[in-house]
C-alpha cells in the first residue's frame, strides 16, 4: 500500500477530489494517511475530517519532516499548497513529492504564479488553449520535471473565474492519474510488492 500524505492550503477540491477516487476504488494501491495544513482554518481540513483522514496545522520544517516519518509517507501530493517547501524536505523525498499547477508548465508558472492570477495571466496573454500540469517538485517553484499535463480550452467571453473552473475539472481528473503514473514506478519497499495488502 502507498501512503499518501497530502499537504493543503486552501479550500481542498483536488484533495476531495482523491478522497473520492480512492474511496470509488479508482486509485488501488493508495490511501491518503494524513492531511498537512499550512494554516489553520482552511476548508480542506474539514474535508479530511469528514473522511475520517487524521489532519493538522504544520508550518515548521523540522516538524514537517517528522509527521511525514511517522505517517511513514511513500509519496507527498501538494494539492493547492502555498508554502516552498525546504531543501531539507525536497532531500528526503526526492522524486516522491508531487504537485498539480492549473497552467501548461513552463508557460505561466513560477513566482507569483497561483490561483487567479495564473487564469488572468492566460488570458492577457490571449491564449487560445489552457490547462494543468502534474509535476515533481524540486527546488525550483514549478520546475520539476513534468508528469502530466492536459489542455483545457479558453472561449470566447472567458473570465478568470470561468476559466479556473474549467481547468480545475480538469485538475480533479489528472491529479490521481498523475499518482497512478508516479505508483508504478515508485521502487518496492522492504519485504516484496508494495501493492499487496
Ligand atoms: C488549484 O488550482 C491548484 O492547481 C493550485 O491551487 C488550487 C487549489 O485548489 N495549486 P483546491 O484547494 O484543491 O480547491
Same mark, same amino acid.
Given at each position: 500500500?502507498?501512503n499518501?500524505s497530502?499537504?493543503? !492550503?486552501?479550500g481542498g477540491t *483536488?484533495l476531495? $477530489?482523491l478522497?473520492d477516487?480512492?474511496?470509488?476504488g479508482?486509485l488501488?494501491?493508495a490511501?491518503?494517511?494524513?492531511?498537512?495544513? !499550512?494554516?489553520e482554518?482552511v476548508?480542506?481540513l474539514?474535508?479530511?475530517?469528514? $473522511?475520517?483522514?487524521k489532519?493538522k496545522v504544520?508550518?515548521e520544517t523540522g516538524?514537517?519532516?517528522?509527521e511525514?516519518?511517522? $505517517?511513514?509517507t511513500?509519496?507527498?501530493?501538494?494539492?493547492?499548497?502555498?508554502?516552498v517547501?525546504?531543501?531539507a524536505?525536497?532531500d528526503?523525498y526526492r522524486?516522491?513529492?508531487?504537485?498539480?499547477?492549473? !497552467?501548461?508548465?513552463?508557460?505561466y508558472?513560477?513566482?507569483g504564479?497561483?490561483?487567479?492570477r495564473?487564469h488572468?495571466?492566460v488570458?492577457?496573454g490571449?491564449? !487560445?488553449?489552457?490547462?494543468a500540469?502534474v509535476?515533481?517538485v524540486?527546488?525550483g517553484?514549478?520546475t520539476?520535471?513534468?508528469?502530466?499535463q492536459?489542455?483545457v480550452?479558453?472561449?470566447p467571453g472567458d473570465t478568470?473565474?470561468t476559466?479556473?473552473?474549467?481547468v480545475?475539472?480538469?485538475e480533479?481528473?489528472?491529479l490521481?492519474?498523475g499518482i497512478k503514473k508516479?505508483?508504478?514506478e515508485?521502487?518496492?519497499?522492504?519485504?516484496? *510488492?508494495?501493492w499487496a495488502?
Amino acid at each position: 500500500m502507498v501512503n499518501i500524505s497530502v499537504l493543503v !492550503s486552501g479550500g481542498g477540491t *483536488n484533495l476531495q $477530489a482523491l478522497i473520492d477516487k480512492i474511496q470509488g476504488g479508482e486509485l488501488e494501491g493508495a490511501r491518503i494517511v494524513q492531511v498537512i495544513a !499550512s494554516r489553520e482554518g482552511v476548508y480542506a481540513l474539514e474535508r479530511a475530517a469528514k $473522511a475520517g483522514i487524521k489532519g493538522k496545522v504544520v508550518k515548521e520544517t523540522g516538524r514537517l519532516l517528522q509527521e511525514l516519518a511517522e $505517517a511513514e509517507t511513500d509519496l507527498v501530493v501538494l494539492a493547492g499548497y502555498m508554502k516552498v517547501l525546504e531543501p531539507a524536505v525536497i532531500d528526503a523525498y526526492r522524486k516522491r513529492i508531487i504537485n498539480i499547477h492549473p !497552467s501548461l508548465i513552463p508557460k505561466y508558472c513560477g513566482k507569483g504564479f497561483y490561483g487567479k492570477r495564473v487564469h488572468q495571466a492566460v488570458l492577457d496573454g490571449g491564449e !487560445s488553449v489552457s490547462g494543468a500540469t502534474v509535476h515533481f517538485v524540486d527546488e525550483g517553484v514549478d520546475t520539476g520535471e513534468i508528469i502530466l499535463q492536459r489542455e483545457v480550452p479558453v472561449k470566447p467571453g472567458d473570465t478568470a473565474d470561468t476559466l479556473a473552473a474549467r481547468v480545475l475539472e480538469t485538475e480533479h481528473v489528472i491529479l490521481a492519474e498523475g499518482i497512478k503514473k508516479v505508483m508504478a514506478e515508485l521502487p518496492e519497499k522492504e519485504g516484496g *510488492n508494495q501493492w499487496a495488502e
